[in-house]
């Protein structure tokens, strides 16, 4: 397996190689670029599974990386290395990339490297940088990108109508969508993640919901709230007269 270290600061690179060697066996070449055009010239040539990309650069972000390269030599996964943290992190994750923050740890490398292995091929990778590169333009968050069973998929915040905790998985349901999409994390994450979009509301330890999408509040068996797909959701007793204030507020 080929990879590729796309990053202005020799020693940065330098450093992530080492890591890289030491850390993840199954990538027997490493290739370095000094620069997002020298990057893309080798990635054109040696075509590595993996792009070590740095955000920011002079001349060319890494976030124009697709500017410079034809759809047919996507076949790569990018995990992003920046010492940027929060709002440009919560933007990587919604956009269901990865990332390493500088100064790069080794404990996170080979975590980051498996994750993105099962992306490679069906990741729609140029769908998951134009968001990207939309949120930070904007600098507003609008969709987020949910690993499914055959890539991702960009629902918009506006179209989720609740999310739901099984196990180590959430079920996230959607507007006009029969069923509930079945996504490879937990709750937690999205909670954290959507921590930021007010509309988001947790009633419950196993319920993440959308308050535009409330139908109405039962008062009978303890309290509970349904939603316009008739979903109802349970309201922990500790979180009933939170949640009715909210609801005077909202």
Do not use: W
């Given at each position: ?194 921590d930021s979009v007010h509309t988001f509301y ?35 007793k500790s979180k009933t007269e939170e949640f009715?204030?909210l609801m005077q507020e909202f």
């Amino acid at each position: 397996m080929k990879a590729i270290i796309i990053d202005d600061e020799a020693k940065a690179r330098n450093l992530l190689k080492v890591l890289i060697e030491e850390n993840c066996p199954k990538i027997k070449s490493i290739y370095q670029a000094g620069s997002l055009l020298e990057g893309v010239d080798i990635i054109k040539e040696e075509q590595p599974q993996l792009v070590f990309l740095d955000i920011e650069m002079p001349e060319h972000t890494g976030l124009e990386i697709l500017d410079f390269i034809s759809k047919e030599d996507y076949n790569f996964e990018i995990i992003f290395t920046t010492a940027y943290q929060e709002y440009a992190i919560k933007a990587i994750e919604l956009s269901a990339l990865d990332y390493l923050l500088k100064p790069v740890r080794a404990s996170k490398i080979k975590e980051a490297v498996d994750k993105a292995l099962t992306f490679i091929g069906k990741s729609k990778i140029n769908e998951r940088l134009e968001e990207l590169k939309s949120v930070f333009q904007s600098n507003e968050f609008r969709k987020i990108g949910l690993p499914v069973s055959d890539g991702i998929e960009f629902v918009a915040f506006k179209d989720i109508i609740l999310l739901e905790a099984d196990g180590m998985y959430t079920k996230v349901y959607v507007k006009c969508e029969k069923k509930p999409l079945y996504i490879s994390k937990p709750l937690k994450f999205f909670t954290n993640t959507l921590d930021s979009v007010h509309t988001f509301y947790r009633p419950h330890r196993s319920y993440l919901i959308n308050l535009n999408y409330i139908k109405k509040y039962v008062k009978s068996d303890g309290g509970y709230i349904v939603m316009d797909n008739d979903k109802s959701v349970s309201l922990s007793k500790s979180k009933t007269e939170e949640f009715m204030q909210l609801m005077q507020e909202f």
